[in-house]
């Protein structure tokens, strides 16, 4: 079994998830019973999410809500496998059962790769021991982007406890949210271990992409390097000036 899980916080204690385009479109494809959603009150951790903004900086709170708490709701959740998707601005192309036949996720947990180097290096610069990225991701200019995942249930709660361990424990600024923590994971090669789907098999972030690389067919993008056709499409980056892909190719929802 196989759930696309989301996350969202707020001060209100509910979210509009089934008015958003990753809902919308994912049930076309999927059963509504395999979307799962968990949101967060703000008021309610308050003083964590001051703690966390105390000691780590800005975007403190995506470590907090998109880990720590991730972490905590998925522990009880029924699935053998999951996706993790950013709620607003992530689009689902079609069924995702097959999605665990197509990687190793016994051994790996894939993120998507995006060609924005975020976070940027006067942020890196307060990192203890990081390496970098290796010369092929960035002579390819393929980051980590961590607004769409896939991983066995098993393998992303340890991710996650890693992630936890390792990093939010730590007063360091500069992690930019979560991406930071899963980029010092991955260039560090910590376990358990995070490839990057560079071949858009699974999920495409659009963020700095040139779009004569993709055309649509059918309602699917197809990524004309591969011939793949991601089941992701995640516009990150569009209140950076990044392009609205999604809409460029007229996907429904």
């Excluded at 896939?150 to 007063?171: G, I, P």
Aim: glycine residues 6%; proline residues 3%.
């Amino acid at each position: 079994m196989i759930k696309l899980v989301t996350c969202t916080w707020g001060f209100c204690n509910s979210f509009p998830i089934q008015d958003t385009m990753l809902y919308r479109s994912f049930v076309k494809n999927n059963s509504p019973e395999n979307f799962v959603h968990f949101h967060y009150s703000r008021g309610a951790y308050y003083l964590e999410e001051q703690d966390y903004t105390g000691r780590m900086g800005s975007q403190a709170e995506y470590i907090l809500f998109k880990i720590k708490l991730l972490k905590e709701s998925i522990e009880n959740l029924e699935t053998d496998y999951l996706v993790f998707a950013d709620a607003t601005d992530v689009y689902c192309t079609d069924n995702i059962d097959h999605l665990p036949k197509l990687f190793n996720l016994e051994n790996h947990i894939v993120f998507s790769a995006e060609r924005n180097d975020w976070p940027k290096q006067n942020m890196i610069a307060h990192w203890e021991n990081y390496p970098g990225y290796n010369q092929h991701d960035l002579a390819n200019r393929t980051f980590l982007n961590s607004g769409v995942q896939l991983a066995k249930k098993s393998k992303y709660l340890e991710l996650l406890q890693s992630c936890l361990d390792k990093y939010c424990s730590q007063s360091v600024t500069g992690y930019g949210g979560d991406q930071g923590v899963y980029t010092m994971h991955y260039n560090t090669k910590s376990e358990p271990k995070i490839i990057l789907d560079y071949a858009k098999i699974f999920a495409w972030s659009t963020y700095d992409s040139n779009i004569a690389e993709f055309h649509k067919s059918q309602n699917k993008v197809v990524c004309n390097n591969y011939g793949t056709q991601p089941i992701f499409l995640h516009d990150n980056g569009t209140n950076y000036g990044g392009q609205k892909f999604i809409a460029k190719f007229g996907l429904e929802f």
